[in-house]
């Protein structure tokens, strides 16, 4: 996971997580309601504009420093699963979803240093929780790890989605970019959906896992936020206009129920 982190998308119309509201403070960044309203405030700005605000600066850095960090534990978490892998077919698969987290990783960490901060210090903040969550989140088998990679990162990826429609032109560009499907969501549902054919009562311990990882997701990426404080004023609206305490809470609801379509999809209870 991301960090409140993989970057998958189902990839039909009934798995896909629900889009960011455009009605939080501004519209076309990532989806649209349908209006013809003009995106406005920061997210009407590029990154030359909006970083002249040291606060809002402050934010963007954390945010890219904690995609990176969870970019980079996804690389790994992806090489280990491969372990786990029963056939060659899902070993190749596997290397080549991990490629493609580290070539995310590398696209964040160069920005880092291209607006002037040190990758390796962006991404410090947010390794005791991430590690903590991975360590409290270990698998223990292939399928586990499949629910892992396919649910847990999806809720973090529908969090960045979120985030992203308040972010200035650059940012919200390079974060969508890097959240862009690797394959992992059509391979989990696959095996997940063969394995319970085969065997039904795997659903019943997937489904519980599955509620699990969804918990802890959640805890930890509003421990994260809670923890940031550029990053929670930028949420909430003081850096991002439009964002309010209200608006928090429908967000996180819409991730939930992203998440309920997600499980649909691998055939297990919500």
Same mark, same amino acid.
């Given at each position: 996971?991301?960090?409140?982190?993989?970057? *998958? =998308?189902?990839?039909?119309?009934? &798995?896909?997580?629900?889009?960011?509201?455009?009605?939080?403070?501004?519209?076309?960044?990532?989806?649209?309601?349908?209006?013809?309203?003009? %995106?406005?405030?920061?997210?009407?700005?590029?990154?030359?504009?909006?970083?002249?605000?040291?606060?809002?600066?402050?934010?963007?850095?954390?945010?890219?420093?904690?995609?990176?960090?969870? #970019?980079?534990?996804?690389? @790994?978490?992806?090489? @280990?699963?491969?372990?786990?892998?029963?056939?060659?077919?899902? =070993?190749? @698969?596997?290397? =080549?979803?991990?490629?493609? &987290?580290?070539? $995310?990783?590398?696209?964040?960490?160069?920005? /880092?240093? #291209?607006?002037? #901060? @040190?990758?390796?210090?962006?991404? &410090?903040?947010?390794?005791?929780?991430?590690?903590?969550?991975?360590?409290?989140?270990?698998?223990?088998?292939?399928?586990?790890?499949?629910? =892992?990679?396919?649910?847990?990162?999806?809720?973090?990826? !529908?969090?960045?989605?979120?985030?992203?429609?308040?972010? *200035?032109?650059?940012?919200?560009?390079? %974060? /969508?970019? %890097?959240?862009? *499907?690797?394959? $992992?969501?059509?391979?989990? %549902?696959?095996?997940?959906?063969?394995?319970? !054919?085969?065997?039904?009562?795997?659903?019943?311990?997937?489904?519980?896992?599955?509620?699990?990882?969804?918990? #802890?997701?959640?805890?930890?990426?509003?421990?994260?936020?809670?923890?940031?404080?550029? /990053?929670?004023?930028?949420?909430?609206?003081?850096?991002?206009?439009?964002?309010?305490?209200?608006?928090?809470?429908?967000?996180?609801?819409?991730?939930?129920?992203?998440?309920?379509?997600?499980?649909?999809? /691998?055939?297990?209870?919500?």
């Amino acid at each position: 996971m991301r960090c409140m982190t993989t970057s *998958d =998308k189902p990839e039909n119309a009934s &798995e896909e997580p629900a889009e960011p509201a455009a009605s939080v403070g501004s519209t076309g960044s990532t989806g649209s309601t349908g209006s013809d309203e003009a %995106v406005t405030g920061i997210a009407a700005q590029d990154w030359a504009q909006a970083s002249a605000d040291p606060q809002y600066r402050a934010a963007v850095v954390d945010l890219l420093g904690a995609l990176a960090y969870g #970019e980079l534990a996804a690389f @790994e978490r992806l090489a @280990e699963d491969a372990k786990l892998a029963p056939t060659l077919e899902d =070993k190749a @698969e596997l290397a =080549k979803m991990a490629s493609a &987290e580290f070539h $995310h990783f590398e696209r964040l960490r160069d920005r /880092l240093t #291209e607006i002037g #901060e @040190e990758p390796t210090a962006a991404m &410090e903040p947010f390794v005791a929780a991430l590690d903590g969550f991975h360590r409290q989140t270990a698998p223990s088998d292939w399928l586990e790890g499949l629910v =892992k990679a396919y649910v847990g990162d999806s809720i973090a990826s !529908d969090f960045y989605r979120e985030v992203a429609v308040r972010l *200035d032109s650059d940012s919200r560009a390079l %974060v /969508l970019a %890097v959240l862009d *499907d690797t394959g $992992h969501a059509g391979f989990a %549902v696959d095996r997940v959906r063969a394995a319970i !054919d085969a065997e039904p009562r795997v659903g019943g311990r997937l489904a519980l896992w599955a509620r699990r990882l969804m918990g #802890e997701a959640l805890s930890q990426s509003q421990r994260v936020v809670a923890d940031r404080d550029a /990053l929670s004023t930028m949420l909430v609206g003081g850096v991002a206009d439009g964002f309010d305490l209200a608006e928090v809470g429908r967000m996180f609801s819409r991730i939930t129920e992203a998440h309920t379509k997600r499980m649909a999809a /691998l055939g297990l209870a919500a």
